[in-house]
């Protein structure tokens, strides 16, 4: 991530094993007016990199140091990543209705953290991005959501849902309206992001309950 101090932070998250493929495209196309607002981006590839699922240890509740009990990696550099963002943009293909692998165990384990941690992305901005070709992208796109919501995350809109249409690599390009989409999600994102500042950044750190490990 490019050093700029006092500048807010967005970080996106590709979950597609295919490099430049094109939910990468999207993402990087929420970034680019991001940018242009003097934002600090950074851009990090889950997809295709070994990641574990959630295993239920609660260790998460037990050690409260905002880590998760089990180290790889790739979701130690997403989990810190997202820790120092003002913004989270989540991205993933369309598997069967639903997000990668890699992104579902990504929003397992960083959610659960996130909980066992007293509420650590509250009120940070959060965003799903989908590519899809044809069906299911909503379900993508509310699995990712679902993560975000129950974490205190705040969730802007944007024109349609955040879906780019394609199936082989770059076919969203042709896309226009699902680029426009993402083109207006950076613009709010940039928005929000500095009304929020303005506003006198984020209230105190705090949960109202924080649910018991099972
Ligand atoms: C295992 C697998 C399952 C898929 N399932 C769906 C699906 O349910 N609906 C759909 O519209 N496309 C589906 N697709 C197509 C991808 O979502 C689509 O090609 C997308 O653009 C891939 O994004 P990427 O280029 O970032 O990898 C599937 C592709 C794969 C490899």
Same mark, same amino acid.
Request: glycine fraction near 12%.
């Given at each position: 991530m490019k050093k700029k101090s006092e500048s807010l932070k967005a970080v996106a998250i590709n979950g597609s094993p295919r490099r430049? #493929?094109?939910? /990468?495209?999207? &993402?990087?196309?929420? !970034? @680019?007016?991001? +940018?242009?607002?003097?934002?600090?981006?950074?851009?990090?590839?889950?997809?295709?990199?070994?990641?574990?699922?959630?295993?239920?240890?609660?260790?998460?509740?037990?050690?409260?140091?905002?880590?998760?009990?089990?180290?790889? #990696?790739?979701? /130690?550099?997403? &989990?810190?990543?997202? !820790? @120092?963002?003002? +913004?989270?943009?989540?991205?993933?293909?369309?598997?069967?209705?639903?997000?990668?692998?890699?992104?579902?165990a990504l929003l397992d384990r960083a959610g659960l953290v996130a909980v066992a941690n007293?509420?650590?992305?509250?009120?940070?901005?959060?965003?799903?991005?989908?590519?899809?070709?044809r069906g299911g992208g909503t379900h993508a796109f509310d699995t990712i959501n679902h993560m975000f919501l129950m974490n205190g995350v705040i969730v802007p809109g944007s024109t349609y849902w955040n879906l780019g249409f394609g199936l082989d690599k770059g076919d969203v390009k042709q896309d226009e309206e699902g680029l426009r989409n993402m083109d207006d999600l950076g613009q709010t994102i940039a928005w929000l992001g500095r009304t929020l500042r303005e506003g006198g950044g984020k209230p105190e750190q705090r949960v109202c309950a924080e649910p018991a490990p099972e």
């Open positions: 430049g #493929g094109n939910t /990468e495209v999207l &993402l990087k196309r929420v !970034l @680019e007016p991001l +940018a242009a607002a003097g934002w600090e981006t950074g851009f990090v590839q889950l997809g295709g990199k070994p990641i574990r699922g959630c295993r239920a240890c609660y260790q998460c509740f037990k050690t409260k140091d905002s880590r998760c009990g089990q180290k790889d #990696g790739v979701f /130690e550099e997403c &989990l810190e990543k997202m !820790l @120092e963002a003002d +913004a989270i943009i989540l991205g993933s293909p369309t598997y069967f209705t639903d997000v990668s692998a890699e992104m579902k007293g509420g650590l992305f509250r009120k940070k901005i959060g965003a799903a991005v989908v590519a899809v070709r």
